[in-house]
């Protein structure tokens, strides 16, 4: 049994093998090197724990040696979520060992996420964290196993029984003889999650193959050895701490992962000092709160030598204070789940560091920056981002309607960025097309919230645009047209009633008569977002 994807055309699979990018290993190969290498090598730190290199393979291996038992394997899929914890590496590597391919929900997910995600993919597994509001009881598990009539076990970390602890799965031997049964290497290994910009979140295949070379690629950019110790910081699944190069680039170079449950400055501080951390990924608004809390505690970022960050916008302002404020080197970041990675580099001028969002990991990904006719810019010119390469998909799980859109005929892939292409092929982002708020790195699909928002009785139209925000980047404003009896606080409440994650909620409300709307007929969200614009100073509610 294997899972549904698009796959990449043959003769591109084959220079891509050529060309030594594609190894043919599972995205496990890191860490099992390293266990074999320097089993005794610290991999992960989580509050107290420390797990060497040999114990993490170990445990996972454990852990997948049970699900095997228990008759799970190849052309299964898993929902996962759980928060920053050693158990996410723990889980994701054990699922990749047994070939069960996983869907790592950001925590900050609810209901309507973690539904649409089980809908996609039927899982027949759930592991998840009794600690979250939704698996603090069984109501959602019942409610799981009703959207995915083959789900067949769940595991929860905090469980009191044996049956369903997750920790006691990844103890507990098999009694079975095992042996690793990953899925090939040219087949999808787990899903990652899109930012997306569309009603329903669209997930993306990624090979074993594809993913494992930009880890490689990116741990080789970044000079991660065996010296690294990184802080993970951000939600752990997402693709930037996991793949840029994130953990798995560390465990690729043999490094330790230190683990930080959010990004907030004094406590990702108190970790740096007492693990002698010296690299960081980060969002654009982390960044600016670390700047703030920093000078008071110049002597805990001591160790500190690269602060990477990415996910939306950052400032050249900004930037510019980091090295400054921080006492480290900076990275910009610009990537996507979907593929595509590019970095500044380690040994570029501060110029190029404080004004572009890097260039492409791989001389392998083309890039196309393209006007609205689908005709190349020249270099300075603003156009639309377009990518096909050895690590970015060719198509969403189960969406040919959304792929006809996002893909051109070549296999191109349209990010939605806008973006400027510098001398070298280094990418300024200055904007998007995609119908999507970007809060602080934290995506949110403007379709998504209109369409609950419809289903109140008393809303007839909706349209969610971003409005800028100073340490935000943006935050999201929904107007609507409705009764006058709509208050955002009940609004609020019912969003949330329908289980929608918190940061997806319309930090403001705005009531009108009316949308604007274009000659032919579609809501102006340009119009609304010059409505904002002129009205910043005015009261929010
Ligand atoms: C402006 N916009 C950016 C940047 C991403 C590394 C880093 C980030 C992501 C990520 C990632 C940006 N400046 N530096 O997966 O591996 C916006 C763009 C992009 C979208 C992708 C990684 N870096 N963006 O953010 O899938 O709009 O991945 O298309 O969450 O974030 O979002 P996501």
Known sequence: MTLPFTP??????????QQGYWIDAPLTRGVAYQAHERPDAIALICGERQLSYAELDRR?????ANLTARGLGKGDTALVQLPNVAEFYLVFLALLKAGIAPVNALFSHRQLELS??????????????????????????????????????TLLLGASDRETSLEHWLEAPSETGWQESHTAPDEVAFFQLSGGSTGTPKLIPRTHNDYDYS?????????????????????????????????????????????APNPEPLGCFELIERHAVDMVALVPPAVALWLQAAPMHAKALRSLRLLQVGGASFAEATARRVPEVLGCRLQQVFGMAEGL???????????????????????????????????????????????RGPYTFRGYYNSP???????????????????????????????????????????????????????????THAALVAMQDPLMGEKSCAFLVGSAELRPPALRQY??????????????F????????????????QQLRKQLASTTTSPSH
């Open 8 to 17: 990449w055309p043959d003769e591109m699979a084959r220079h891509y093998r």
């Open 215 to 259: 880890v490689r690629a990116s741990a080789d950019i970044c000079g991660l050895s065996t010296e690294t110790r990184f802080l993970c910081a951000l939600p752990a699944g997402h693709n930037f701490p996991m793949s840029s190069p994130g953990a798995l680039g560390v465990f690729h170079a043999g490094g330790c992962v230190v683990m």
């Open 116 to 153: 649409a995600y089980a809908r996609q993919v039927q899982p027949r597994l759930v592991v998840a964290a009794r600690q979250h509001e939704l698996f603090a009881n069984d109501d959602f598990l019942s409610e799981l196993h009703r959207l995915s009539p083959h789900l067949s076990a």
């Open 495 to 508: 969003l949330r009633a329908q289980g929608v994650a918190e940061y997806k909620l319309p930090d403001r």
């Open 510 to 525: 705005r009531f009108l008569d009316a949308l604007p709307v274009t000659a032919i007929g579609k809501i102006d969200k």
């Open 401 to 459: 309607e959304h792929n006809a859109q996002v893909f051109d005929a070549d296999g191109f892939y349209y990010s939605g960025d806008l973006v400027q292409r510098m001398p070298g092929g280094y990418l300024r982002v200055v904007g998007r097309i995609k119908d999507q708020i970007n809060r602080g790195g934290e995506k949110i699909a403007a379709e998504e919230i209109e369409n609950l928002l419809l289903r109140h009785s008393d809303i």
């Open 60 to 64: 996972a291996a454990c852990l997948a």
């Open 341 to 387: 990675v590019n970095y500044t580099r380690l040994d570029d001028d501060d110029d190029l560091v404080f004004t572009t969002q890097g260039r492409p990991i791989s001389p392998a990904d083309e890039v196309r920056v393209v006007d609205e006719q689908g005709v190349e810019v020249d270099d300075g010119e603003t156009g639309m981002l377009a990518v």
